[in-house]
């Protein structure tokens, strides 16, 4: 995880680590769907879980709420990803700057208000540095002592700091009060020796004075040390702050080495003056945090107040410097809390007249500085409050530590800090803006750049146009459409308007919304939803099959489906490819009708089956027989069946008693009727393939009167047939030739054209009856009806 840490930049690299951090939020679904959402930059507001889809077309006149919502919704709703406006967090780690100590140096980050992204700082500490260490002592009359003391420090402090460093120098300055009323007494004779009283020489109170910049000669340390001179002031708390500001800011003047550890030491028995302070002498102007110094004395003094302690940890931190504060033990409490207050302090006792003292107090103070490690992040002072910051670090023992810091730290260890950067809010102006965070560990002289983006509108991809809901969308620049006649159409308006009629059409927007700024924004129906480009589309008005608008393959515009490829009729519900419609022999419908929904309509009603193959009705097929029939009655039952009939009849032929169907067989009941009206029944049977006649060995001969009873119903309304019937009976009466067995007329059965051979198996039919009702599934009826009646010609 943290391997890239490592990369010390020796090889250039752009990592791209993209982390999205949502905001646990499960009301996300809700806020981003909000009405009032009416732009993309409200809708990435609405938290980093909402995405703005702007694709051109999406979900037309249903905009703008519907355009704002969960990024898989979007997906879902047909909002392709690189169409979707999305609050992503980027984090960019720069690993091009090289260094040891600090990594990486340069992060770029891209937030979206509400968000936040996590990094990863390394701090690495080195087994030795150089040091500076500058003095910087009070030198009020109370002081005499402990200079005396720092003059005999200077060559010891140096041998002892070999063992944890690679070398110290040191630098000195001295400091008393501003020199001004009430802090120091102006009569002239005191200006100049303020110690006249005590008939001591000493110097004139003063701000500061650089005295020897940093040095390794400890000769010329000492040196410097014996010429000091004390000086006095008034009142008890001196003007420290104020000469550590400025010995921190002075960088050239001090001589900070620029890869050294630096501490700066202050030395005073008494507690420090703060800000505000200096209103006593009527100073009123804030310090302003920069170094002034001329020929090594502070010119500042009596311009300005005193720094605040927060200026003054600024500009320690900024300049990487440790403070030590040896006080005196009355004085141990107030720098107590003042040391709490600023990073990277350390507070130690000033023992009376003890040199050694002061060398294990700095050595002290700087293993203990460096054994602890901390960083202090700074936000840019006009944006600190809208971001947050939370650091947490990992410590080489393991344990993650609360607060900032890290103690107990060895030299070569490495201490990371998982740092979390996040946006409130954007700037009220709501434009994006980049913001400098520094990470800063505390005393090091390498620091993080962590540049932040705030991004608070949308880019839209490369048209930059988000599909907002905003009238300037009408012409595309602001300016030009802020009109107050906003509802009167004049012409321009009327031209944009055309854009809302679809082709062929009068009316905008199908009368079903309105047209504002050429884009149709469909009117809300208590149905269902309207849309569509010019509100044709809808969720309501089309056939539903299986309780489904349009069977869920296909839209619905202006109330027919357009259904997916594949899938036609008017739900949707018939495939277009004919293949169900394919009889085993590869005809459709075997050429016997037409496909319809995947399934076939037979041109003959007769005809049934999936492929029209079946026809139980057939008269043909009874007919074709009749003359196999007859051949073989007219050469008797059951005698010999070869020879008289066709090859083609007779082995087809069979005799049974009782011709009824047999299950796992389809056959067909025919009739064929003699000349001497008898009636033979026989039947079509086929069975696997094979057409086999199965004739009844018992005919039914009918008496005439039975025949004539049978003529009157059959014929009775036929005014034709009924003359002919008329005829025949009269002629029968008349000469009574009627002998069983020995028929001589022809009687041939066609007066209605209808062939009475078929004789019906079944004597009802279900009639199915279907209403599609909206929108529940449709309701089916069952009727059973007689099929044929009494009286009709069909009857037997
Ligand atoms: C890092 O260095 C590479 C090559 O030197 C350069 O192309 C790239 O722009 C640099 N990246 C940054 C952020 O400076
Ligand atoms: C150290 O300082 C002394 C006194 O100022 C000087 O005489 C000596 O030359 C200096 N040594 C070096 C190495 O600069
Ligand atoms: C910081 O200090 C280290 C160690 O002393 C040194 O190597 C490095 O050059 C310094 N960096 C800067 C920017 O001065
Ligand atoms: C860093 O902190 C963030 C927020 O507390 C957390 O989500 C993330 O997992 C942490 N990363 C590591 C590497 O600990
Ligand atoms: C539309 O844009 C104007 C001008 O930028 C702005 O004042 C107005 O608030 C916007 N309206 C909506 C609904 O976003
Ligand atoms: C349409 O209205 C705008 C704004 O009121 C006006 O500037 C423009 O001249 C009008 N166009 C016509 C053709 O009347
Ligand atoms: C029926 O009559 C036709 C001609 O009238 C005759 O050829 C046929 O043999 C007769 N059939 C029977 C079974 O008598
Ligand atoms: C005999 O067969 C031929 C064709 O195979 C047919 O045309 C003819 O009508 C048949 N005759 C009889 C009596 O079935």
């Not at 700057?97 to 937030?111: E, K």
């Not at 139980?616 to 059951?638: D, E, F, I, N, R």
């Amino acid at each position: 995880m943290t391997s890239w840490l490592r990369t010390h930049g020796s090889v250039p690299l752009y990592l791209l680590l993209v982390v999205v951090c949502t905001e646990a939020s499960h009301a996300g679904d809700s806020v981003c769907r909000s009405s009032s959402v009416t732009s993309c930059t409200e809708c990435l507001r609405g938290g980093t879980q909402c995405a703005w889809c702007f694709m051109e077309n999406f979900q037309d006149g249903l905009w703008p709420g519907p355009r704002c919502d969960l990024p898989a919704n979007l997906l879902r709703r047909g909002c392709a990803p690189e169409f979707m406006e999305q609050a992503e967090v980027k984090v960019e780690v720069n690993t091009n700057i090289s260094s040891v100590q600090v990594s990486p140096r340069d992060i770029v980050i891209t937030l979206r208000p509400g968000a936040e992204a996590s990094f990863i700082v390394a701090v690495k500490q080195l087994e030795r540095y150089p040091v500076d260490l500058y003095y910087l002592v009070d030198v009020s009359a109370s002081m005499q002592e402990n200079l005396d003391h720092l003059k005999t420090v200077g060559v010891a402090l140096s041998l002892r700091m070999m063992e944890h460093s690679s070398g110290i120098w040191m630098g000195f300055g001295s400091f008393v009060d501003k020199p001004v009323s009430p802090y120091i007494n102006v009569h002239p004779s005191k200006i100049n020796n303020p110690c006249s009283d005590y008939e001591i020489r000493c110097r004139p109170a003063h701000g500061f004075h650089h005295v020897l910049s940093m040095t390794g000669n400890m000769s010329e340390f000492t040196r410097v040390i014996k010429r000091q001179r004390i000086s006095g002031n008034m009142d008890t708390p001196e003007g420290g702050l104020d000469a550590m500001l400025q010995a921190a800011v002075c960088e050239g003047v001090v001589g900070w080495r620029p890869e050294a550890k630096r501490l700066l030491l202050l030395m005073t028995d008494q507690p420090s003056h703060l800000a505000l302070d200096s209103r006593l002498a009527g100073i009123v102007t804030p310090h302003d945090g920069l170094c002034h110094l001329e020929n090594n004395v502070y010119t500042g003094s009596t311009g300005m107040d005193y720094p605040s302690v927060g200026q003054l940890s600024n500009k320690l931190l900024e300049n990487h410097i440790y403070s030590i504060f040896a006080v005196e033990k009355q004085q141990y409490q107030w720098y107590e809390e003042l040391v709490r207050l600023i990073p990277g302090a350390y507070l130690g006792k000033l023992g009376l007249f003890q040199a050694p003292n002061i060398i294990e107090l700095v050595v002290d103070a700087y293993k203990r500085l460096l054994s602890e490690v901390a960083v202090a992040v700074s936000v840019e002072d006009r944006a600190a409050s809208r971001y947050w910051v939370t650091v947490s670090p990992l410590c080489p023992d393991g344990s993650t530590a609360k607060g900032q810091s890290c103690s107990g730290v060895q030299p070569d260890q490495m201490v990371y800090f998982n740092i979390t950067v996040g946006l409130h809010s954007c700037p009220d102006d709501g434009e994006d803006e980049d913001v400098k965070v520094m990470v800063r560990p505390v005393g090091y002289n390498e620091s993080t750049v962590v540049r932040i983006r705030s991004k608070c509108r949308c880019g839209c991809g490369p048209t930059r146009r988000c599909h907002d809901d905003n009238q300037s969308t009408c012409t595309g620049t602001r300016d030009q459409e802020q009109k107050p006649n906003h509802g009167l159409l004049n012409d321009s308006n009327r031209e944009t308007n055309w854009k809302c009629r679809a082709e062929g059409s009068d009316v905008d927007c199908s009368g079903r919304g309105e047209c504002v700024c050429g884009r149709c924004v469909c009117e809300q129906s208590r149905l269902g939803t309207v849309y569509g480009k010019y509100c044709e589309r809808d969720s309501f008005s089309c056939p539903y099959e299986g309780g489904v608008l349009c069977a869920g393959r296909g839209v619905c515009v202006s109330g027919d489906c357009v259904c997916e490829d594949g899938w036609t009729g008017e739900s949707c519900g018939c495939p277009t490819s004919k293949t169900t419609c394919h009889s085993a022999n590869g005809l459709l419908c075997s050429g016997r009708g037409r496909c319809t929904c995947g399934k076939c309509v037979c041109d003959d009603l007769r005809y049934s089956g999936d492929a029209c193959e079946r026809c139980p009705a057939c008269q043909s097929t009874c007919q074709s027989y009749w003359k196999c029939v007859g051949c073989h009655l007219s050469h008797g039952l059951t005698q010999n069946m070869v020879g008289h009939c066709n090859n083609s009849c007779t082995p087809l032929v069979g005799y049974t008693d009782d011709v009824s169907g047999q299950a796992g067989e389809m056959w067909i009941q025919c009739m064929y009727i003699s000349n001497d009206s008898c009636r033979y029944r026989f039947q079509i049977i086929s069975h696997a393939g094979q057409t086999q006649l199965q004739i009844s060995t018992r005919p039914e001969c009918t008496s005439s009167g039975r025949l004539i009873g049978t003529f009157l119903t059959v014929c009775a309304l036929t005014v034709l047939c009924g003359l002919v019937v008329v005829a025949m009976l009269r002629l029968l009466l008349q000469r009574n030739l009627w002998s069983p067995g020995g028929a001589t007329e022809v009687v041939v059965y066609h007066c209605t054209g209808k062939d009475l051979s078929y004789i019906p198996t079944t004597t009802e039919k279900t009639v199915t009856y279907r209403r599609d009702q909206l929108p529940d599934h449709p309701v089916e009826m069952q009727i059973q009806v007689t099929k044929m009646s009494l009286g009709d010609p069909w009857q037997f």
